[in-house]
C-alpha cells in the first residue's frame, strides 16, 4: 500500500504542469515558475529568454481557460479576471519585444555568439581560454563593424530597443567573465583583456542607438522626461480599470482643487490674513522645527495619529505592526528627487543636512513643517504605507496584482477620510493638510498635460509653485521625480483618482449602514493589492464575467 501511494505521488505533475481548480493554487504555482524562470534566464532582450516567458504565459492561460468561470465564487472571478489580463497583457509586450528585436537584429551579427557562450555557462561547461580570448578579439572587430555601419538611426522605439539589446549582451558577456575568472587559470589569463575591450565597445555601441539610456546626473538641475502621449494613457487607464478619459481626470481634478481653494479661505480668514492664503500658508511654512527635532517631531505626529485611529475604532492594528515601524533620515542626493519623508515599514525623513547650501537647508524644513506633516505620517505608516505591506504579507499572498491606484489610493484616502472625522483641529492644521490635497490634484493636472504634451517640465514646476505653494526646490524635486523614468505615467494621478474610489465605496457602504467603518477597512486590508472597482465586487459580491471591463463611474462631483 505505501509502495503504491508513493508511486501515485511521483506521477503527480509538478510545477506549470501540475492541475488545480482553484485560482489561489495556480497563481501561487505561476508566481513560482516565473520566479524560477527570471532566476534562469537572467539575460534581458535575449530572443529565448522572450519565447520562455511567452511560452509560460500561453501554458498558464491554457490553465485558466479550463476553469468553470461561472461556478467560481466572486473573490476566485476577480482572481481569473485579473489574471487573465495580466497574462495577455504580458503576452503582448513580450511580443512587441520579439517583434522589435527581430527589426533591430541585423544591427547585432555579434549576437548568437554571446548568447551562445551565455547559455553553456549555465551549466559550468568547459571553457578553452585562448579560443575563448579569440572569439572575444573577433566580435570586437564585428562590433567595429556594425558601428562604423550604423549610419541609418533607428526610429525612437527601435532606438531604445536595440540600446537596451547591448545592455542585454553585456550582461551576458559579464555573467560568463564572472563565472570563470579566476576559477579557471587558463581563462583568466588569456580572456581578460580582450574581455574588457568587448565590455566596453558593447557599451559605446548601445549609446549610439539610444542617448535616452544616458541619464542625467542626479545634482543635474536640467529636468527631462518623455511623454507617453494620450494612446498610451487611454491604454494604461482601462489596464487600470478606471472609466475616464484623461482630459476628464483633469476636470475632476480641478473641481476638488475649487474645493480645496474654499476651505483654504476658510482657515486662511481664520488666522486673520483674510483672502490672502499664501500669507497664512507662509506662516505655516515657518512653524519648522530647529534641524536634528525632526524624528522626534515625526514620532509625535504619529501618536496622535495612532490614537485617533483608536479612540474612533477605524481600523485594526495589528500589534506586530504597531511595534515594528522604525526610522531612518534621507541622503541630501536623495533629497534632489525626494524632497519629502517616504514611508513604509521604514519612515524616512527628508530634513537638510550640514552640506546644503543655505537656502535648500530652510526650503526643505519649510516643506517639512509639523503641518504639513500631520497630514502624511499616516499616510506613509498606518493606516497607510505599512499597514498596507504588513497585510499583504499575511493575506492572500498569492496575489500580485499591485497597482498604484491601491497602493497610493489607499494611503491617499485616509487623509480625506481623517479630514473628514475632524483630524485638523486647528487652522494651522487644516492648510497644511489642504496643502497636501492640492499637492495630489495638482499631480494630476501637470501628469497628464505633461503626458499629454501640453506642459513642459519647467510649466509644472510653476504651476506648483504658484497653484499649490510648493517651494521651487521641492517643486523641481517633485516634477523630477516624476518624470525620471522610475514611476509610470499614471503614478502621480493614481494618488487622488485612487483616493476618490476608496472614498467612493466608503460612501457606498459605510455611509450606507452596511458595514462599520472598521469592518470595511478591515475587509479591505485582507483582500490584498486590486484595482479598487474589483474591491468593489469582491465586497459586494458583484458577480463578473471573463472578460470584465471597467465601468464604474465613482466621482460624483463636488
Not at 499649490?468 to 483618482?497: C, D, I, K, W
Not at 467612493?504 to 485582507?526: G, N, P, Q
Request: charge should be neutral; charged fraction near 25%; aromatic fraction near 12%.
Amino acid at each position: 500500500m505505501k509502495r503504491l501511494l508513493l508511486s501515485l505521488i511521483l506521477a503527480a505533475p509538478m510545477g506549470a504542469g501540475a492541475q488545480s481548480d482553484d485560482t489561489p493554487s495556480i497563481l501561487t504555482q505561476y508566481q513560482a515558475d516565473r520566479g524560477s524562470l527570471r532566476r534562469f534566464y537572467i539575460i534581458q532582450q535575449s530572443p529565448e529568454r522572450c519565447e520562455r516567458f511567452r511560452q509560460l504565459d500561453r501554458d498558464y492561460l491554457a490553465r485558466l481557460g479550463k476553469l468553470n468561470f461561472a461556478k467560481l465564487p466572486t473573490d476566485q472571478q476577480v482572481d481569473y479576471v485579473l489574471f487573465k489580463r495580466n497574462l495577455e497583457a504580458d503576452l503582448k509586450q513580450l511580443e512587441t519585444e520579439a517583434t522589435e528585436y527581430q527589426q533591430v537584429k541585423e544591427r547585432f551579427p555579434f549576437a548568437d555568439s554571446i548568447y551562445v557562450m551565455e547559455k553553456r555557462r549555465r551549466r559550468g561547461l568547459s571553457v578553452d581560454g585562448p579560443a575563448i580570448a579569440r572569439e572575444l578579439d573577433r566580435l570586437s572587430r564585428q562590433v567595429d563593424a556594425a558601428k562604423a555601419a550604423n549610419k541609418t538611426p533607428l526610429p525612437g522605439k527601435l532606438a531604445q530597443r536595440a540600446g537596451r539589446v547591448a545592455q542585454g549582451l553585456r550582461e551576458a558577456l559579464k555573467s560568463v567573465y564572472t563565472f570563470y575568472y579566476d576559477y579557471d587559470p587558463d581563462f583568466t589569463w588569456w580572456v581578460a583583456k580582450p574581455y574588457q575591450y568587448l565590455y566596453d565597445q558593447l557599451a559605446v555601441y548601445g549609446r549610439s542607438f539610444d542617448p535616452t539610456e544616458v541619464r542625467e546626473p542626479a545634482d543635474s538641475k536640467e529636468i527631462t522626461g518623455i511623454a507617453a502621449g494620450r494612446e498610451e494613457l487611454v491604454r494604461q487607464l482601462a489596464y487600470e480599470y478606471i472609466p475616464y478619459s484623461p482630459e476628464e481626470l483633469v476636470d475632476i481634478a480641478n473641481k476638488e482643487f475649487a474645493w480645496c481653494d474654499k476651505e483654504l479661505l476658510k482657515a486662511s480668514r481664520e488666522m486673520g490674513f483674510g483672502d490672502n492664503w499664501k500669507a497664512a500658508q507662509e506662516k505655516v511654512k515657518n512653524s519648522y522645527v530647529p534641524a536634528g527635532e525632526q524624528p522626534a517631531l515625526i514620532l509625535r505626529l504619529y501618536n496622535e495619529s495612532i490614537d485617533f485611529l483608536k479612540k474612533n475604532d477605524l481600523i485594526t492594528i495589528p500589534p506586530v505592526a504597531e511595534e515594528t515601524w522604525r526610522m531612518s533620515m534621507m541622503s541630501p542626493e536623495r533629497q534632489l528627487v525626494n524632497p519629502f519623508f517616504l514611508g513604509g515599514e521604514e519612515i524616512i525623513i527628508s530634513y537638510p543636512t550640514s552640506g546644503m547650501a543655505h537656502a535648500d537647508k530652510l526650503m526643505s524644513m519649510r516643506g517639512n513643517n509639523p503641518h504639513f506633516s500631520k497630514a502624511t505620517v499616516h499616510h506613509e505608516l498606518i493606516a497607510g504605507h505599512h499597514l498596507q505591506g504588513f497585510m499583504n504579507d499575511r493575506y492572500k499572498t498569492y496575489r500580485n496584482f499591485d497597482t498604484p491606484f491601491w497602493t497610493e489610493g489607499w494611503a491617499l484616502y485616509w487623509e480625506m477620510l481623517l479630514w473628514d472625522k475632524g483630524f485638523a483641529k486647528t487652522p494651522e492644521d487644516r492648510i497644511g493638510m489642504l496643502f497636501w490635497r492640492m499637492h495630489r490634484c495638482a499631480r494630476i493636472i501637470f501628469s497628464l498635460n505633461f503626458h499629454l504634451g501640453n506642459w513642459t517640465p519647467q510649466q509644472c514646476v510653476d504651476f506648483l509653485v504658484d497653484r499649490v505653494g510648493h517651494e521651487r526646490a521641492n517643486a523641481e524635486g517633485e516634477v523630477r521625480r516624476s518624470f525620471a523614468g522610475n514611476y509610470p505615467p499614471l503614478y502621480q494621478l493614481a494618488y487622488m483618482t485612487g483616493g476618490l474610489q476608496f472614498y467612493a465605496l466608503h460612501k457606498e457602504l459605510v455611509d450606507s449602514k452596511k458595514m462599520t467603518d472598521r469592518a470595511f477597512h478591515d475587509a479591505i486590508m485582507r483582500l490584498n493589492a486590486l484595482p479598487v472597482e474589483l474591491i468593489r465586487a469582491s465586497l459586494t459580491d458583484r458577480k463578473l464575467k471573463p472578460d470584465y471591463q471597467a465601468g464604474w463611474r465613482f466621482y460624483d462631483g463636488r
